[in-house]
């Protein structure tokens, strides 16, 4: 099934870049999808979900969780700091940071948990107005400012402007990363993967590759 074609995909892109293929991890974005669809990569023994809406994710996983052991979910939209303690409660990984606001709720939250998810910073990388994610010159004073709240940043993640070259932008988020000391890139979806892989992508979001169509009715 797809799943399988897109690891087999990423290996090979793996391969022409000279890494390894563990050094790339698959997350399948699950968002509207229906459950049928989930639990059939679920069968396949596939355990690290994205979702963009903590609601969403709410009102599917605990129930998928129960029947299948390890799952680890990412959230991959913007998060509402009204919304962060359950943000805390189901996700592993979070890949939205991206303002004061935001960092400040969750390390308030991970003071009082003991815990807190893996964090990426998302960043703005064509300056889009309309888009979440630091703006490049805000992102070193951003960083240095999550760090000394003491949360744990493990890289960038950004979703490039859908009319220019993906690989400029990934290439961008790379040197960002490196310059901060970060060795985690989330980057790459359904459409530009491999090129994402090429450009050192550590995390690639695959939805629609995988699942199929969305259904936005
Ligand atoms: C929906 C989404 C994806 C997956 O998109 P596809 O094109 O279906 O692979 C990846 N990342 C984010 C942030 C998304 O919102």
Known sequence: ???????????????????????????????????????????????????????????????????YDGVKLHLLGPLQSNKARQAFELFDVIHSVDRPKIAKAIARLAD????????????????????????????????????????????????PPVDEEPSLHFALLAKMAKRNGLEGLSMGMSGDFEKAVAQGATHVRVGSAIFGARDYS
Do not use: Y
Request: aromatic share 4%; charged share 25%.
């Open 1 to 67: 099934m797809a799943l399988q074609e897109i690891r087999d995909r990423i290996s090979k892109a793996c391969d022409s870049s000279g890494r390894a293929a563990e050094s790339v991890q698959l997350i399948a974005v699950s968002k509207l999808q229906p459950d049928s669809r989930v639990e059939a990569v679920l069968e396949e023994g596939h355990r690290v979900f994205g979702e963009n809406r903590v609601q969403e994710a709410a009102g599917k996983w605990p129930a998928f969780r129960q029947r």
């Open 112 to 159: 009082e948990m003991g815990h807190c998810p893996n964090l990426f910073v998302q960043v703005n990388t064509g300056e889009e107005p309309q888009k979440a994610g630091v703006m490049p010159d805000d992102l070193d004073g951003f960083v240095a400012e999550c760090r000394a709240l003491g949360l744990p940043v493990i890289g960038l993640m950004c979703i």
